[in-house]
């Protein structure tokens, strides 16, 4: 291993050879501002266009200045990062990009929380010497994300996300010069292109030009309309990160304070979608369980490995790209769709409301949830099984605008009987956790015998692309995970490629799976806010007294009272779908 | 054939022809008529030979000798004493300033060593779709000499001796690109031709490519043999149909011959050559950017370190260099590199073709050796300044360069030298200006440029030129501020400090440099509101003088905008408010009132 | 077409060529071709070279007179275009400038036909390097 001796700042510097002046520079304590770099160093993402100018450094012997970000250190460099040649530059490269910029703080989504407004606060800009045109763009709104691009500044992490990380390819940098933006080929419409909603994008602008449609209006609306019955439930992920929207730390899990939030904002019902979760493993396995068997009984036909569908973003994803698979995953419905369409039938009847009555709120940390719930085959006569959904920051927006002290409030509990759930259903929230659930009741149901460890550490972890071999009782099963879009098509193109030896694969849209979404709260890059909650998601597990979904008594009772069993008509009509073929193609005259 | 046995050549050119050269060919022809040998002798006009300080030229056809200086009355004894009795009139003779001897032949001239062509050395002397008529002139010749008698690694010696340097503007020893290149290992090299040229009114590259094809393709057969690379790419415009055709046939002749593609003159070495072309993008001449163009990518440029000979196309080592230093080489090879560095200046060999325009009698194109002055290219070999108006500035570098003036001429153009003087050797762009050019628009002239054609990736070019450029603008329309100047420098240093590719770092340039050479016109601009060469409209007014005009309404009746008024008779006045400046008034005026301030 | 296929090949056909190119400008046996070029650059084209070109080519057949008529690149005079450049058998080359139809006939008929030099010269103000020269 190579080192190199350098001063920055008149401090000696060691690092390893290859090693930006940023990072060198950070490992001895000096934080050069930066805007448009992001390091989401575990996953290898980086994302350093070089773009923003805004973290140059004085070189001595060099002519001009040279970005911190995408330098490499050298033995003997002398650095000077705050000099006033630099502080001018960096000054007047700022208040250009703020001249390109509107000024709509006040109502701006990002305000509180954008690397743009932080950056003019931190560098003490009062006036911007170089006003003059500014570039303008038709707003774009689709179902989950609103893209205003007069805000973009060009820092690219969202192109990216989507095309590196994701490999969705929906945005681009497009046009030249001053009209340069970040958009959809040829300028098209988000909901025209082939973006997934996954929300990536959201996770990482560092200003207003990418956000979510904002959904808490309806949910006040709702709430306040006394002939509503307002039902709300909130998926595994939303309680690991809820905390950090209100100065906890990271990884703190916040069960009971989230369902004690939701009862004071006035929902009529507080349930979890945790318990839709374990409805989906019954569901699923045994969809798995079937399709295994007949498999195992030499049927050619069948269709394996068996890809999970819980996610709304990889559904989008193969139903736009890859149309031609859409006979191989589950059939299952999201957890999220599975409890709407329990609520507003078994739920309705039981407390006697109209479904049209009543309102299902999901607090999702996903932002391709929104437009899930709008697809035209989760209704019934034009009524939604789910009405909204709503992120983990809107939800905070909410509870801070009702004036409720999330950290004084006490531990509460979900209500019954769609608030019950056990720890199978609360690792969904994290990559490894679905097909981990599913394991936990396909082996029992399959062996017939007893799990005696129900941990399975194989499954867990944060690489992209995951493999282990399950024994049940002296049959292999073999199980494939991968979070990332990017490392969803590599198993795609393996499966069409006919060379995939799954048995059963899980993907989640988002890196880490759904703690990592786009609708959480923002982590501006750093992978050890993901660890955190994952950390926490599988403590939850570890302090539920029943851990595998088919123990839940409120599902067994859900089954017995109305569904009969799993896939059976009434299930297959109420919590199954089938796929389209979504695949855009655009004829350029 | 042949029905005179003597021809007298006097230069008609604009210079000579204001110092009485009708005199002298009405005083020859009248000598030769007297003598009767008006069948024998002929005289004849021609254009400028650009030896304008000493003319009026008389050149003596077919011996060569050129006189300089002559004067109507030296008719006589040019006729008595050359024609008629073979012997040279001594004091008219040219003299060699080095060493005051007399040169009787002109070809000895070191006048036409002033323009020494290498780089166009086939130009206008081959037919470019004939590759025989090349191999005639040594095409190829260099390349077989490389592959039969030097090692890679001599023969990139010999380039590193030459001093020869990147000639895209650059400037970057050649040589040195090479070496780089063939020390790091891949498994695949490759050679680009930057054929891209995009500075406006530059046009060398394009010549050199519709003139002489061959000396670009097999010189970069030479760079593929040093560094180790079969294949080569030419990144063309494909604003140059006629250059992309020749290049073709050029390239697909030499596969014929055998002298392009596998096992070159049976020694083994093998190389191809494929066009890609470009798509209307400026930034795509800019190394990296061209990379990501060839490579399907948005044209951006990406930061460097690593420099493309260390991870270039495919991230595999690569060569770029542009195609005037690929014209150069095969020349080097031939003649040696102590032949070509011993011309040119010390840090710059070699000589350097121009694309001169402007306001110049001789436009065209020229390649002059290092350290020729400019005071040289324009007025000696350009011709002097058209129509006798004053020389006002000289432009090198395109959008990159600045505006030189009466100061500078006596500078040796070298790229150091040019640098010092506040502008840059560029591509080869000379565009000249004079007393009826505004410099305020010609930097605001750039900034359109750059403006339109910054990729937009780094936010001081792509808002830091916009900005430059309104601000120029509100110059020209006369709302400019004492504060605004200040601005405009500080803005400008900054773009130049942080951009991230040679577009950004040099398009204040020209910004710069008039603001340090033309300060007067800025401060006429933004104090008195006044354009003293007349160019920018907001800043001039039409008047009616009141004296001439007889009221006849033609005017009123013509105005677009009902700007002027007036009663029938009686005198009118133009509304300043309401006036577009359109000149429509002028025109239509018979009696000459109306006049521009 | 011929293929080259060693160094000897190539000095062979270059040897080859250039006595053919001797013989064409100095000899005064046979071939006493006149040479005529035209500046077929973008900036020659623009200007209306290649009607000059078809002019010379069919006039010279026309008028019977042995010529060699070829494009070439850019000579440097773009501001005297179209430009032309004639090489009478043992004379040297002169370059003629603002070439039209109407010029190219005076040109004919004047200089290629009686050695007659007409208006519109452009004396050659450069030199080039000879290969072979030093």
Known sequence: ??????????????????????????????????????????????????????????????????????????????????????????RTVLELILSDHPADCLICAKSGNCELQTMAHKLGVREIHYKGEMSTYKEDFSPSIIRDMDKCIMCRRCEMMCNEVQTVGALWGVNRGFQAVVSPAFEMDLEKSTCTYCGQCVAVCPTGALTEVDHTNQVIRALADPSKTVVVQTAPAVRAALGEEFGLKPGTLVTGKLAAALRRLGFNFVFDTDFAADLTIMEEGTELLDRLGRHLNGDKEVKLPILTSCCPGWVNFFEKQFPEMKEIPSTARSPQQMFGAIAKTYFAEKIKVNRKDMVVVSVMPCLAKKYECQREEFATDGNPDVDFSISTRELAALIKGANIDFNLLPDEDFDNPLGESTG?????????????????????????????????????????????????????????????????????????????????????????????????????????????????????????????????????????????????????????????????????? | MTKYKMHLLVCGGTGCRASASDAIVGKLQKELDEKNLQDEVQVVMTGCFGFCEKGPIVKVLPDNTFYVQVKPDDAKVIVEEHVI????????????????????????????????????????????????????????????????????????????????????????????????????????????CNADEGDPGAFMDRSILEGDPHSVIEAMAINGYCIGATKGLVYIRAEYPLAIERLKIAINQAREYGLLGDDILGTGFS???????????????????????????????????????????????????????????????????????????????????????????????????????????????????????????????????????????????????????????????????????????????????????????????????????????????????????????????????????????????????????????????????????????????????????????????????????????????????????????????KFNAISIH | MVKVKSLADLQNLKANLQTKVDLREKGDSAERLVQVRVAMATCGIASGAKKVMEFFIDELEKRNIDAVVTQTGCMGYCYAEPTIEVKLPNQDPVVFGYVDSKKADEIIEKYIKNGELVPGIIPVNYETIDNNNQ
């Open chain 1, 1 to 90: 291993m190579e080192f190199v001796n350098l001063t920055i700042d008149n401090k000696s510097v060691k690092v390893e050879k290859g090693t930006s002046i940023l990072k060198a520079a950070r490992s001895v304590g000096i934080d050069i501002p930066t805007l448009c770099y992001m390091s989401l160093g575990d996953m290898n993402i980086e994302n350093k266009p070089g773009g923003c100018r805004i973290c140059v450094v004085e070189v001595e012997g060099r002519r001009n200045l040279a970005p911190a970000c995408c330098t490499d250190a050298h033995t003997d460099m002398v650095i000077k990062t705050n000099t006033m040649r630099v502080l001018n530059a960096r």
């Open chain 1, 424 to 589: 199978a259903a609360v690792i969904f929230g994290t990559t490894g956790g679905v097909i981990e659930a599913a394991v936990r009741t396909a082996y029992e149901i399959q062996t017939k015998k007893k799990l005696e460890k129900v941990d399975f550490e194989e499954l867990r972890g944060l690489e992209g692309v995951r493999e282990a071999t399950i024994d049940f009782n002296g049959l292999p099963i073999r199980i494939g995970i991968a979070h990332g879009l990017g490392n969803a098509r590599k198993l795609l193109e393996d499966i069409k490629a006919g060379k995939s030896h799954f048995h059963a694969i899980e993907i989640m849209a988002c890196p880490g799976g759904c703690i990592g979404g786009g609708g959480q709260p923002l982590h501006h890059g750093d992978s050890s806010i993901l660890k955190a909650r994952q950390m926490a998601i599988y403590q939850e597990d570890r302090n539920k007294p029943i851990r595998k979904s088919h123990e839940n008594p409120f599902i067994v009772k859900l089954y017995e009272e109305f569904l009969k069993h799993p896939m059976s008509e009434k299930a297959h009509h109420l919590l199954h779908t089938h796929y389209f073929n979504k695949k855009n193609e655009f004829i350029i005259e």
């Open chain 2, 85 to 192: 009795k073979g012997r040279k009139v001594e004091k008219l003779l040219y003299k060699d300033p080095a060493d005051q001897k007399e040169i009787s032949d002109s070809k000895h001239m070191g006048f036409y060593k002033k323009q020494l062509r290498i780089a166009l050395r086939n130009c206008g002397v081959i037919n470019p779709e004939n590759i025989e008529e090349a191999i005639a002139r040594d095409a190829y010749a260099a390349l077989a000499k490389v592959l039969t008698e030097m090692t890679p690694q001599q023969a990139i010696q010999e380039m590193i001796d030459s001093g020869l340097r990147g000639r895209g503007g650059g400037g970057f020893p050649t040589g040195m690109k090479w070496k780089i290149a063939s020390q790091n290992h891949a498994d695949q090299k490759y050679v680009v």
């Open chain 2, 271 to 589: 190389f191809d050559i494929q066009l890609r072309y470009g798509a209307g993008a400026f930034v795509c001449g800019e190394e990296t950017a061209l990379i990501h163009s060839m490579e399907g990518e948005r044209g951006e440029p990406t930061f460097k370190p690593p420099f493309p000979a260390e991870s270039g196309y495919l991230g595999k080592p690569t060569n770029v260099n542009n195609v005037e230093t690929y014209a150069n080489i095969p020349v080097i090879y031939l003649k040696g590199a102590n032949w070509f560095n011993k011309i040119g200046t010390a840090k710059s060999k070699g000589t350097k073709v121009f694309a001169l325009a402007g306001k110049i009698n001789n436009v065209g194109l020229i390649e002059v050796p290092m350290g020729t002055t400019l005071r040289e290219v324009i007025y000696e070999i350009g011709g002097g300044i058209k129509d006798g108006k004053k020389f006002k500035a000289v432009q090198t570098g395109g959008p990159s360069g600045g505006c030189l003036t009466e100061k500078h001429l006596d500078t040796p153009i070298d790229y150091d030298n040019l640098i010092a003087s506040g502008s840059m050797m560029g591509s080869g762009g000379m565009i000249v200006m004079d007393e009826d050019d505004c410099m305020v628009s010609v930097a605001r002239f750039y900034l359109d440029f750059t403006v339109e054609e910054s990729c937009g990736k780094c936010a001081p070019c792509r808002i830091g030129n916009k900005r430059l450029h309104e601000q120029l603008d509100i110059i020209c329309k006369g709302k400019g501020t004492l504060a605004d100047m200040d601005k405009l420098r500080n803005l400008s240093h900054v773009i130049k400090d942080t951009s991230l590719c040679g577009l950004g770092q040099t398009s204040p340039n020209p910004v710069l440099s008039t603001l340090d050479n033309f300060y007067d016109e800025y401060l006429e601009h933004v104090h008195d509101k006044k354009c003293r060469a007349g160019v920018c409209k907001d800043l001039m007014q039409y008047i009616i003088d009141t004296e001439p005009c007889v009221g006849c309404t033609a005017c009123a009746r013509v105005c677009p905008v009902g700007a002027i008024s007036g009663e029938r008779k009686g005198p009118h006045t133009i509304d300043q408010t309401i006036c577009i400046k359109c000149g429509a008034c002028m025109d239509k005026c």
